[in-house]
């Protein structure tokens, strides 16, 4: 069975530049997340999706990322314009079943520089 | 307080040695809570759920404290494999809140 794929691998931009990323989940996975992880911390949920639906946003500063998932599959997240402080990888992770699966299986992350 | 508290280590031990990790959590109320290991430079997997029975998986035993607000896990005859960082991982009061994690646990077994 094939993992959650994820692209690019390694990205570096400048500051106020505009990045996007892109995971594909595992087939047939509904739930679909988005962590950041900076160095030397946990990953931190992004936003979470359910299908193509929203279920928790509230730690994505929305000023400057979005994100979306228009057919409840493969999801892109973009941040506009980028901070140095935005420096981190990039975790997309996705769920077999439904909100109360508690197994996550991640990808291999996007590493996102920014000078 | 921070949600999930762990001791960021790193923790070098010999091969063979028993190791053991704690983690606090600040909402008494969180239902679920797990172990998840990383590799230098590799994602998240999940190493095992932590019940409040206790539960054993080979090398690895997860003990959950819930009066105490704390998560333990047990490495036996350590490897060299067992070389990563442990991250100790909570979900709220439903499976609708998401999973917080702490900031991990070096681990280094040396040889």
């Known amino acids: 069975e094939a993992g959650v794929a994820q692209s690019p691998r390694y990205k570096i931009i400048e500051k106020r530049q505009s990045v996007a990323f892109w995971c594909n989940p595992i087939s047939g996975h509904a739930t679909l997340y988005w962590y950041q992880q900076i160095l030397g911390q946990g990953p931190k949920l992004l936003i979470q999706?359910?299908?193509?639906?929203?279920?928790?946003d509230s730690q994505l500063p929305k000023d400057r990322f979005s994100a979306e998932r228009l057919k409840g599959v493969d999801s892109t997240l973009k941040i506009q314009p980028a901070k140095l402080e935005d420096s981190a990888v990039y975790l997309c992770a996705s769920s077999p079943r439904d909100l109360y699966t508690d197994t996550q299986y991640f990808g291999p992350g996007t590493r996102l520089t920014v000078l | 307080r921070k949600e999930v508290e762990q001791d960021p280590g790193p923790f070098n031990v010999p091969e063979g040695a028993t190791v053991a990790f704690n983690c606090t959590y600040s909402?008494?109320?969180?239902?679920?809570f797990f172990w998840y290991r990383q590799d230098c430079r590799k994602e998240p997997k999940l190493l095992m759920s932590v019940y409040s029975s206790g539960n054993e998986d080979g090398r690895f035993t997860a003990q959950l404290n819930r009066a105490s607000q704390y998560i333990s896990l047990l490495i036996r005859d350590s490897k060299l494999s067992d070389s990563a960082t442990y991250l100790c991982?909570?979900?709220?009061?439903?499976?609708?809140?998401?999973?917080?994690f702490g900031k991990g646990t070096r681990l280094s077994v040396i040889a």
């Open positions: 999706f359910q299908n193509n639906g929203v279920v928790d």
């Open positions: 909402n008494s109320a969180s239902q679920s």
């Open positions: 991982v909570v979900r709220g009061v439903s499976g609708n809140t998401p999973l917080v």
